[in-house]
């Protein structure tokens, strides 16, 4: 399943002419590994947190190098409740493994909400859907991809 996300991924970058480097690394589980491995900046990273509601799954995204901060999101977004989603609901829904969950190219999109932390800088890297590739990319050409509305969810790490 992961390989397709991967897949719709490329092609998607591929039709929107959007220029990407692809990486093929060791596997990585967690931001701090994937940085070290595409030799690249924590803050670049971007974070696809699967996130369960009251009425449903969602994504939220966020820098790498941040922490997110579920009350805050669920008084942002007007949700009595949110948290993270059991590995098996990330499963379901995105057809990745934790660690491995791209910020967009789902078959059924997920509402997802954008901490304003993925465009404060200038490249965006994140896996496709396996833990052993990713992708970097410029942030100017993830706008084109993903939601515009940005909001202010997460909280640097301590």
Do not use: W
Request: with cysteine.
């Amino acid at each position: 399943m992961a390989h397709a996300e991967r897949d719709r991924i490329l092609s998607l970058l591929k039709e929107l002419d959007i220029p990407f480097h692809p990486f093929t690394h060791e596997p990585v589980f967690t931001s701090e590994q994937a940085a070290a491995a595409r030799q690249g900046n924590l803050h670049d990273g971007v974070k696809a947190m699967v996130c369960e509601t009251e009425r449903g799954i969602i994504l939220a995204l966020l820098a790498a190098d941040r922490k997110l901060d579920l009350e805050k999101l669920a008084g942002l977004i007007k949700f009595k409740k949110i948290k993270f989603a059991s590995k098996e609901k990330v499963a379901a829904h995105t057809g990745c493994e934790v660690g491995s969950v791209p910020p967009f190219g789902f078959p059924h999109p997920l509402p997802t909400y954008v901490d304003e932390t993925v465009f404060d800088h200038e490249n965006a890297e994140f896996n496709i859907g396996l833990h052993t590739e990713s992708v970097r990319i410029k942030t100017i050409d993830l706008r084109k991809i993903l939601p515009q509305k940005l909001l202010d969810f997460a909280q640097a790490n301590e």
